[in-house]
């Protein structure tokens, strides 16, 4: 049996019936949609099906195949997961955000053809941006907004490149691109906003922090991962990529080490993390497209993982920078034991799931000979070990006694966190299944005895670095502070723009109101009472300059008097008599003309 | 809330522990490094197959990273909490 429902229309038409439940039925409702969503994957036709006509062109909402199937299986397993952990927070807007997000980025996976892929990147945005203002802070609505306008313009851009990519003859259809001229080079860009790029993350790193607790759970699964797919699927083997990727993977875990608010470390990370995706998309080969993959699936896991130990914590003691916490293993103890499951899978921990993924793209770099890449990518393994591996968990779970006793978890979270923590291990332990869904046949193995003790002796030397650090008191205290980053430009930027605007432009502009609204037309007006004696004035004004010397003041003083006067009578009256005497004078003259 | 208290995992406030904990983890570095002498690694690069090569490079990067972050970069990016506001 074949089923023809696009998978994103499970997700974004049960969005709309979620206000119809409460309570318990709408629980059991929420968590129905993803395995609904699940059978259907496996009904799926393979190949193009579900082809639409649309103003003359052919949209195509399914197409299949070994890549597309796979994010789709970890974005059914990813919102499953979520939507059991969002469950205590009784709020229809963030569930109903979460499941349109979480279709769209599904419509994004399956979309066929450029333009229901625009459609469906568009619709990601709007579902996102609702679940940052879901918060209600000013703070959340604030990044909102220009999360929002950040990720327009980044549809902007992917809509100008289709739209020029069409109309220069290119296919509609969604495949292999490359970068060649304009249009291609809009799309790549447009698909780096979203994906994070340098200069391009500061939304992430902006707004993420700022989402609901579960909102953030979606956000980090979602927006990066589909940009991943859609570089996978049009411009693997870019050179480009493999060094945007290997900024991506460096850069962040600087910040990372001085930020103080937790949620925006893993933000950092998590650009860290699809810097490695980036990195295996740009080397394009079998092996390299292999472990992006890979790494995006266990990333969504694991990165989930840490959001959601992160998010527990906020939910019992409402605090989320380092400076408040400390010590919360004491009453917490399952959920760090959740939170040190998740940092040793993205430090890629043997037995946890990075270690399977995120070395073959390492292995990749190496077989290509991109060695500096390579060196890059091993310094950003040993850097996430040790701020999101060591820094997450010591300083929410141990460290200073902050004095908060908070209580455990609620179930529906350890659950969530439980699941989560399972498959790490899982797929960690048992990397077979993960790698027989991968788009090409894998010939990697892991587990030799060098990866492991080579990745082994790297993480232990890290953490080791970390414990000497910390006891000679170097290692940096966590401050409240913020960090400047690339958003300076336009969160600044707007600031000095408002400022041009109100004294520079405003200034100009007022100048030219008075001149035209103001002055000119009250010269009108003014010329307009007595046109004559404005005549006479001016006259007057001439003579000055033909007359001598002696006779000047006697003409400014004229027309000092003639303008005191304005608008009275300011011409001189001639007697009637001479007045005809010249009327007669004129007629003559003319008579002279006619005759002559 | 009593029995909250009771549940109370206080492992780590005995600075006994945390003593033991940081030698256990001294001893466990010091084992990783063992396995150098008896193998033979087969990296993808020559210098992979050196002695310690990747414990070096760990401890090394870490330094460097926290020294960058915290001598450089913080005193170039770091504003008060209200600097947007």
Same mark, same amino acid.
């Given at each position: 049996m ?41 009904m ?19 197409k ?11 974005f ?42 625009f459609?469906?990147?568009e ?55 490359g ?12 698909f ?12 992430l ?9 579960a ?5 980090s699964?979602?927006?990066?991962? @589909?940009?991943?797919?859609? /570089?996978?699927?049009?411009? %693997?083997? #870019?050179?480009?990529?493999?060094? =945007? +990727? $290997? &900024?991506?993977?460096a ?22 993390q ?43 003691t409402?605090?989320?920078?380092? @400076?408040?916490?400390?010590? /919360?293993?004491?009453?917490? %103890?399952? #959920?760090?034991?959740?939170?040190? =499951? +998740? $940092? &040793? ?30 060196l ?38 350890l659950?969530?966190?439980?699941i ?6 899982f ?48 290692y ?37 109101a ?83 | ?49 050196w ?35």
């Amino acid at each position: 049996m074949t089923s023809m429902i696009p998978p994103a229309f499970i997700f974004i038409i049960g969005a709309l019936a979620v206000p119809l439940f409460r309570g318990k039925a709408q629980s059991a409702y929420l968590l129905t949609l993803p395995v609904l969503g699940f059978i259907n994957l496996f009904m799926l036709p393979a190949g193009a099906s579900v082809e639409v006509e649309f103003l003359n062109y052919t949209l195509t909402l399914i197409k299949t195949d070994r890549l597309s199937l796979l994010f789709a299986y970890i974005f059914h397993i990813t919102a499953f997961i979520t939507v059991i952990y969002s469950m205590c927070m009784k709020n229809n807007l963030e569930y109903m955000a979460g499941l349109l997000y979480s279709g769209s980025a599904l419509g994004v996976i399956f979309a066929g053809d450029l333009l229901s892929l625009f459609f469906f990147w568009e619709m990601m945005t709007v579902g996102s941006v609702f679940l940052i203002w879901a918060r209600g802070t000013d703070k959340s609505i604030r990044a909102g907004f220009r999360y929002a306008l950040f990720h327009f313009v980044g549809g902007l851009l992917l809509l100008a490149g289709i739209i020029i990519h069409v109309q220069t003859g290119g296919p509609l259809e969604f495949g292999f691109m490359g970068l060649n001229g304009v249009a291609s080079y809009l799309i790549f860009f447009g698909f780096g906003v979203n994906c994070a790029w340098p200069f391009f993350h500061t939304w992430l790193s902006d707004a993420y922090p700022e989402a609901t607790i579960a909102g953030t759970v979606y956000l980090s699964a979602f927006t990066t991962k @589909t940009a991943v797919y859609v /570089l996978a699927r049009s411009f %693997p083997g #870019t050179e480009m990529l493999i060094w =945007i +990727g $290997a &900024a991506m993977a460096a850069f962040p875990i600087f910040y990372a080490v001085i930020e103080n608010d937790m949620r925006r470390v893993l933000a950092y990370s998590l650009i860290n993390q699809v810097g490695f995706m980036v990195v295996g998309v740009g080397i394009g080969t079998e092996m390299a497209i292999n472990g992006a993959a890979a790494h995006a699936f266990t990333d969504v896991i694991f990165k989930g993982l840490l959001f959601m130990s992160m998010g527990a914590v906020m939910y019992r003691t409402g605090k989320i920078n380092a @400076t408040d916490l400390g010590g /919360l293993y004491k009453t917490m %103890p399952l #959920t760090a034991i959740f939170c040190i =499951i +998740g $940092a &040793a899978s993205i430090s890629a921990f043997p037995l946890f799931s990075a270690f399977v993924s995120k070395t073959m793209v390492m292995s990749a770099a190496a077989r290509e000979h991109y060695s500096w890449v390579w060196l890059i990518l091993l310094f950003a393994s040993a850097g996430v070990f040790h701020h999101a591996g060591i820094k997450i968990p010591f300083f929410a779970f141990f460290g200073h006694d902050s004095g908060l006793r908070p209580k455990e978890a609620p179930l529906n979270m350890l659950i969530a966190m439980g699941i989560s923590a399972f498959m790490c291990i899982f797929i960690g332990t048992f990397p077979g299944p993960l790698y027989s869904i991968l788009p090409y046949p894998v010939e990697y193995e892991p587990y030799t005895t060098a990866h492991v003790v080579a990745q082994l002796q790297l993480l232990g030397f890290s953490a080791l670095a970390f414990a000497l650090l910390m006891l000679a008191g170097i290692y940096p205290a966590e401050k409240r502070a913020v960090n400047l980053d690339a958003d300076l430009i336009y969160r600044k930027g707007a600031d000095s723009f408002n400022w041009f605007n109100e004294n520079v432009i405003a200034c100009i502009w007022a100048w030219f109101a008075k001149l035209f609204f103001d002055r000119i037309p009250n010269w009108f007006i003014w010329f307009g009472k007595n046109p004559a004696g404005v005549a006479k004035i001016g006259l007057d004004y001439i003579e000055i300059v033909f007359a001598s010397g002696k006779n000047v003041p006697k003409i400014r003083e004229r027309i000092e008097r003639e303008k005191k006067i304005y608008p009275g009578d300011i011409i001189q009256r001639w007697p009637i008599g001479s007045t005809v005497t010249w009327v007669t004078v004129f007629l003559l003259v003319y008579l002279l003309f006619y005759f002559f | 809330m009593s029995e909250e208290m009771k549940k109370e995992c206080k492992i780590f406030d005995d600075p006994k522990n945390v003593k033991r904990f940081r030698i256990g983890f001294y001893i466990v570095c010091g084992l990783l490094l063992l396995p150098d002498l008896f193998i033979h690694k087969h990296g993808d690069y020559h210098w992979e197959e050196w002695p310690a090569f990747h414990a070096a490079y760990g401890f090394v990067a870490c330094v460097v990273l926290v020294l960058v972050a915290k001598y450089i970069l913080r005193p170039i990016v770091e504003r008060k909490e209200d600097y947007y506001d």
